[in-house]
C-alpha cells in the first residue's frame, strides 16, 4: 500500500489545527486588570528569555559555521557542508 500521501495531508492537517487554536486563543478574553498586568509581566520574561536564547545559539552557530568552513578549506568537508549547516540553523 503506497503511503506518500500521509506525509503531505498530516501536514496540512497538522498547521490547520494549528492556525485554528491559536484564532481561537486569541480571540479569548484577556480577563480583570490584575489579570491583564500579570499577561504582559509574563509576555516581557517570555520575550527576554527567547531573546537570551537566541543569542546563545546565534554564537554557536556562527563558531560553528567557521569551524566547518575552515574543515572544508583543509579538505575534510565539502565546501557545502558548513553553508548547509548555516541554513539548516535558520529552520
Do not use: C, H
Request: glycine fraction near 8%; charge should be positive.
Amino acid at each position: 500500500m503506497d503511503l506518500l500521501w500521509l506525509a503531505p495531508v498530516g501536514s496540512i492537517l497538522a498547521l490547520s489545527f494549528a492556525v485554528y487554536f491559536t484564532l481561537f486563543i486569541m480571540r479569548q478574553d484577556e480577563g480583570n486588570e490584575k489579570m491583564r498586568e500579570i499577561a504582559q509581566a509574563v509576555r516581557i520574561g517570555a520575550r527576554a528569555y527567547i531573546k537570551r536564547q537566541y543569542m546563545g545559539v546565534s554564537i554557536f552557530f556562527i563558531v560553528a559555521f567557521f569551524i566547518l568552513l575552515a574543515m572544508s578549506f583543509k579538505g575534510y568537508l565539502v565546501i557545502f557542508v558548513p553553508f548547509a549547516f548555516l541554513t539548516g540553523g535558520f529552520f
